[in-house]
């Protein structure tokens, strides 16, 4: 690069020597232009980048970077790769071990049957499937992170009878479903009023990722017409959820990821301040986000998204109808359990805050709606208009839709209203009550009786994750021991730790879990294995700089092993 430069300026150089105002226009000074022209863009967007990340992290980028290409490499030698290869396939037949049901009780469905079941051979089939894969198929023991949400039988048939009546139904075509438009807008709108902001506007879709990649698209779009954005970028903190680097990896969006403090789990301001551009088209904030269920300072994040004329989104997807019950639920103060984190009354979080563009909540989370529902808010109806997509001249007829999907499931919709219309203000009010009092039991617990693990942050909300501050005991290894306990709980890493996010199911196993959590920790200080496969999985994520590329070739296995019949 530097040679090219420094042959491309002595042309330049001689150029500008014998200048006439013929020759400056020549075609040599025109390239040299245009060569000086794409430097300039290439240094400023290293610049930019340097200014975001600091110099420290760059460094350590880079020198990831290039150790990574020079381990890939050297893993191509034909030894190297042999061992790799057969790991690999080790770790891909173990997948498909735990993954797909085999042996003589099995059958295979691969082609169609040659004339139809009935519906009872369907339902014993059924029956068989949940069974084949042994206990752990059953979720209703309830020793999961997340996962299910609401489960209990009322509801279920609730969403049965509203999945019946309207079952064959598609918002495609309102003429024919009238029904299904009036709920899908008044599923939005009523969230619109928890969020505060009634004259707003929004859309359904099919979860928390639809509803961000539509608020990023949205922002890009917004950003090209309003400040002719063509290399848009977006700053989100590293503790968002994965959504947001997955809509820009769709939508061809640069993201800045900024550290959280490391008491606080809050996003560092003075670092999302740096990352600024006039490239920028949107900040992050979560309220509250996934790993730890800690909350970004949403009021100061707004405050620099309206000084800069930039979208703010806020991530409710886990808050959904939690957060906003958390005051009058009698939890409108941040848990004491750790010094120096946020402290005192919850902030504001929703469109109150001035700079607030958007909003994700999860309908099919704390919401309790059938799975394959959120909604994505923004503070006016002319923001949204960038969200649809729009073709007048297509042959097929005049097409305009409001998100990814085309055809929707009417029946989606129908559930999440009916849940919405049962559970009502008083019912999520108790569900905040009952799952945050569970929350705050269990941090309680770990803070004040086991002494080797410590909570992540103050986190207000449904979730806890708990790190380990003795070098006698590993925290995923405390995972691995829970998950032999039953338990289904999240691994993370930066730093590792293991979540649980609270549901309606761990409200009558809070002591169960507290039991179990001080037992596995007891066992992982005597007798340290390290043999499970959070440890194996998140080990190998931050063994070398290309322990994230073979984590990677495992996760691709896997999802390759959801797909083999
Ligand atoms: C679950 C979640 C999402 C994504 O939601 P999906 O419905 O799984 O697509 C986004 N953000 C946060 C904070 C979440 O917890």
Same mark, same amino acid.
């Given at each position: ?93 173990? #997948? ?83 029904? #299904? ?19 707003g506007a929004g859309t359904t879709t099919s979860g928390g990722t639809e509803s ?22 977006? #700053?989100?903190?590293? &503790? ?12 061809? #969006? ?126 006016s109806s002319e923001l949204r208009e960038h969200q649809y997509y729009l073709n ?56 004040? &009786? ?11 909300? &449904? ?34 730790a293991v979540h649980i996010a609270c549901t309606r199911l761990t409200i009558p ?33 931050? &063994? ?22």
């Amino acid at each position: 690069m530097s040679a090219v430069y420094v042959a491309r300026f002595a042309v330049f150089r001689r150029q500008v020597a014998n200048r006439t105002g013929a020759r400056l226009l020549s075609l040599d000074t025109a390239k040299s232009l245009l060569f000086f022209y794409v430097l300039l863009k290439s240094t400023l967007r290293i610049y930019r980048h340097v200014r975001a990340r600091g110099m420290v992290s760059s460094f350590q980028d880079t020198y990831n970077l290039v150790a990574k290409r020079f381990i890939l490499l050297a893993l191509r030698l034909p030894h190297l790769k042999q061992r790799v290869d057969s790991q690999m396939l080790q770790a891909r037949v173990d #997948i498909e071990k735990k993954l797909v049901p085999s042996g003589p009780r099995v059958t295979r469905h691969l082609t169609l049957p040659a004339s139809g079941q009935t519906p009872e051979w369907i339902e014993a089939e059924m029956e068989k499937m949940d069974t084949e894969m042994g206990e752990d198929a059953n979720w209703r023991h309830g020793k999961l992170s997340g996962a299910v949400y609401h489960g209990g039988e009322d509801l279920e048939k609730l969403i049965v009878t509203a999945f019946q009546r309207y079952c064959v139904s598609n918002p495609l075509h309102p003429d024919v479903f009238p029904a #299904i438009r009036k709920m899908e807008a008044e599923v939005v709108a009523m969230c619109l009023r928890m969020y505060n902001n009634p004259n707003g506007a929004g859309t359904t879709t099919s979860g928390g990722t639809e509803s961000i990649i539509m608020a990023v698209k949205t922002h890009r779009e917004w950003a090209k017409a309003e400040k002719g954005i063509t290399a848009p970028e977006m #700053i989100v903190p590293i &503790s968002a959820h994965a959504a947001f680097d997955k809509a820009a990896d769709y939508l061809g #969006i640069k993201v800045h990821t900024i550290p959280v403090h490391p008491i606080t789990r809050q996003v560092d301001l003075k670092h999302v301040k740096r990352a600024i551009n006039s490239n920028t088209i949107l900040l992050v904030g979560s309220a509250v986000n996934f790993p730890d269920g800690n909350m970004d300072d949403i009021p100061a994040l707004g405050a620099l998204a309206k000084a800069h004329n930039v979208g703010l989104h806020v991530d409710c997807c886990l808050g959904s109808f939690i957060v906003p019950f958390l005051d009058e639920a009698g939890f409108g103060e941040f848990p004491e359990w750790n010094e120096g984190a946020t402290k005192g009354r919850v902030p504001l979080f929703d469109f109150r805050v001035e700079g607030v563009t958007s909003i994700s909540c999860d309908t099919h989370k704390y919401g309790f709606a059938p799975k394959g529902s959120s909604v994505v808010m923004y503070r006016s109806s002319e923001l949204r208009e960038h969200q649809y997509y729009l073709n007048p001249e297509w042959p097929g007829g005049i097409y305009a839709s409001p998100t990814m999907s085309g055809s929707r499931p009417g029946a989606l919709i129908a559930g999440a209203w009916a849940v919405m219309q049962h559970m009502g203000h008083d019912g999520y009010l108790e569900s905040c009550r009952s799952i945050v009092a569970t929350a705050r039991r269990i941090g309680e617990a770990i803070t004040t &009786s086991i002494p080797e693990l410590y909570v992540l942050g103050n986190p207000p909300s &449904s979730v806890v994750a708990f790190a380990s501050k003795s070098k006698d005991v590993n925290v995923l290894e405390v995972g691995d021991l829970m998950a032999k306990k039953g338990w289904h709980l999240n691994g993370l890493s930066k730093p590792a730790a293991v979540h649980i996010a609270c549901t309606r199911l761990t409200i009558p196993l809070v002591d169960t879990f507290i039991e179990d959590l001080k037992d596995a920790v007891r066992e992982a200080k005597l007798n340290p294995a390290g043999k499970g496969t959070m440890v194996a999985l998140y080990g190998l994520g931050n &063994s070398s700089p290309v322990g994230p590329a073979m984590v990677g070739k495992i996760c691709t296995a896997f999802l390759d092993a959801m797909y083999k019949a």
